[in-house]
């Protein structure tokens, strides 16, 4: 049973900056691919980055492009966003999802994803 479960959000100013984790399990290493889609109030689900299976290709957002990074830890079954240069738009409830077939780019619609955790960007 695929099971994902992220923390590390909460409150930060803008301009600050939050590392998101999400601790994968039920599935072999490198067989899925690992990303971040995001939920503000009131808008669709939003792709946000995801990372392949064997690391080689990563997937960003234009509206997070030299902002936010991706890395994944096989080792640890782990994947970090690394979110810097915050911004209010950023606000949102952060999810973390897998999925075995989809490519990277269609993170919004992996088959698998963690409960959330919430990132407020707010002075």
């Known amino acids: 049973q695929v099971q994902l479960v992220e923390s590390g959000g909460g409150l930060v100013q803008p301009g600050g900056s939050l590392r998101l984790s999400c601790a994968y399990s039920g599935f072999a290493l490198d067989s899925h691919a690992i990303g971040w889609f995001r939920r503000a109030p009131g808008k669709q689900r939003e792709g946000v980055s995801s990372?392949?299976?064997?690391?080689?290709?990563?997937y960003y957002a234009d509206s997070v492009k030299g902002r936010f990074f991706i890395s994944r830890d096989n080792a640890k079954n782990t994947v970090y966003l690394q979110m810097n240069s915050l911004k209010p738009e950023d606000t949102a409830v952060y999810y973390c999802?897998?999925?075995?077939?989809?490519?990277?780019?269609?993170?919004?619609?992996?088959?698998?994803w963690g409960q959330g955790t919430q990132v407020t960007v707010s002075s």
């Open positions: 990372i392949s299976r064997t690391t080689d290709s990563t």
């Open positions: 999802a897998a999925d075995p077939y989809l490519p990277i780019e269609s993170v919004t619609s992996f088959g698998a």
